[in-house]
């Protein structure tokens, strides 16, 4: 069966993964994927994360997820979608909106690449608005 969301795919796979309390998760592989996760391990949301190439078609990441030490909660309270296939959400760099008064991050898809939406600002430059976490 195929996948008609992949991004929406992707979030939920974490999601479920985190819910399940797994170390790791495995997730095909593309382009976007992989900026989103590097975004997510740049920002400390995830422990570390591995880009398979050689396993399926596009390869696979594999993602260690993290949780607090103390309370074994999830570091990662709320990951969502904003842009879907059925409603692309594009932005100017002025209308970016701020995720819980910045503590949050938007991932943003700019003519530049996938970036935060801090990055975006900084850049001044606008694009789709992919997904939220905080």
């Known amino acids: 069966m195929a996948v008609t969301d992949p991004i929406a795919d992707y979030l939920t796979r974490i999601r479920n993964a985190q819910q399940a309390r797994h170390r790791i998760v495995e ?28 396993a399926g078609k596009n390869g696979i990441i594999q993602i260690a997820l993290k949780y607090d030490s103390r309370t074994k909660e999830p570091v990662i309270k709320k990951l969502g979608r904003h842009s879907t296939p059925g409603l692309r959400k594009y932005v100017k760099v002025g209308d970016i909106p701020r995720t819980i008064n910045g503590l949050g991050i938007n991932i943003v898809s700019t003519s530049s690449g996938v970036m935060t939406d801090k990055q975006a600002r900084k850049e001044n430059v606008g694009g789709e608005l992919i997904c939220y976490v905080y």
């Open 27 to 54: 997730i095909p592989a593309s382009k976007m994927k992989k900026g989103i996760t590097e975004i997510l391990y740049d920002q400390g949301f995830i422990l570390k994360y591995k880009f398979d190439d050689d």
